[in-house]
T-cell receptor, first 114, second 117 residues
Framework: AQSVTQLDSQVPVFEEAPVELRCNYS??????LFWYVQYPNQGLQLLLK??????LVKGINGFEAEFNKSQTSFHLRKPSVHISDTAEYFC????????????FGQGTRLTINP | DTGVSQDPRHKITKRGQNVTFRCDPISEHNRLYWYRQTLGQGPEFLTYFQNEAQLEKSRLLSDRFSAERPKGSFSTLEIQRTEQGDSAMYLC???????????????FGPGTRLLVL
């Protein structure tokens, strides 16, 4: 079974500052890794994903994440945040075969202050 | 491609009533998933279909819950005799499984928010 831990439930940052949202996972098999964003009262939108290959993954809206197999981490970063980045961010894993259902972390609420 | 749609977006019901939600996936997608998200938590897997076959159900899915996907297109999720603990956001996602057996991305709908009074 897999599990995901998002180490920060809330992250407040100032506009134009850099941000890192931390994600650690546990799995006995290889996994696919995802970051989704959820704006208020909306569904989830894919930011980026790691399936294989380069460990540095670039996504939409200027976000990127790095897969670190030895530390079982997949932290999300953005060099300069904007007010519109205020949202809930979810890290998720899935097995690359079978049901491939997503297992999500508890979420990190990113608040951007002007 | 209009994305995944869900109906209704909001539902308020009284305890003991039955409710039904609908999900329309992206047209060519053969997989459809249901998740439940309670306040302040990440989504949790409920069940999934490949075409019209329901292949797995979570232990979260009690006997009061039933899901269908007739003809492998839209899906419905019914909750019978609703309880206050059923209050949550119900999310639908769809994906395409190719001949390799691997999917890459699940696309989510906007969700149905259920409030049981």
């Amino acid at each position: 079974a897999q599990s995901v831990t998002q180490l920060d439930s809330q992250v407040p940052v100032f506009e134009e500052a850099p941000v890192e949202l931390r994600c650690n996972y546990s799995s006995s098999v290889s996994v696919y890794l995802f970051w989704y964003v959820q704006y208020p009262n909306q569904g989830l939108q894919l930011l980026l994903k790691y399936l294989s290959g380069s460990t540095l993954v670039k996504g939409i809206n200027g976000f990127e994440a790095e897969f670190n197999k030895s530390q079982t981490s997949f932290h999300l970063r953005k060099p300069s945040v904007h007010i519109s980045d205020t949202a809930e961010y979810f890290c998720a894993v899935s097995e690359p075969w079978g049901a491939q259902k997503l297992v999500f972390g508890q979420g990190t609420r990113l608040t951007i202050n002007p | 491609d209009t994305g995944v749609s869900q109906d209704p977006r909001h539902k308020i019901t009284k305890r003991g009533q039955n409710v039904t939600f609908r999900c329309d996936p992206i047209s060519e997608h053969n997989r459809l998933y249901w998740y439940r998200q309670t306040l302040g938590q990440g989504p949790e897997f409920l069940t999934y279909f490949q075409n019209e076959a329901q292949l797995e159900k979570s232990r979260l899915l009690s006997d009061r819950f039933s899901a269908e996907r007739p003809k492998g297109s839209f899906s419905t999720l019914e909750i019978q005799r609703t309880e206050q603990g059923d209050s949550a956001m119900y999310l639908c996602a769809s994906s395409l499984i190719g001949t390799s057996g691997r999917q890459e991305t699940q696309y989510f709908g906007p969700g149905t928010r259920l409030l049981v009074l």
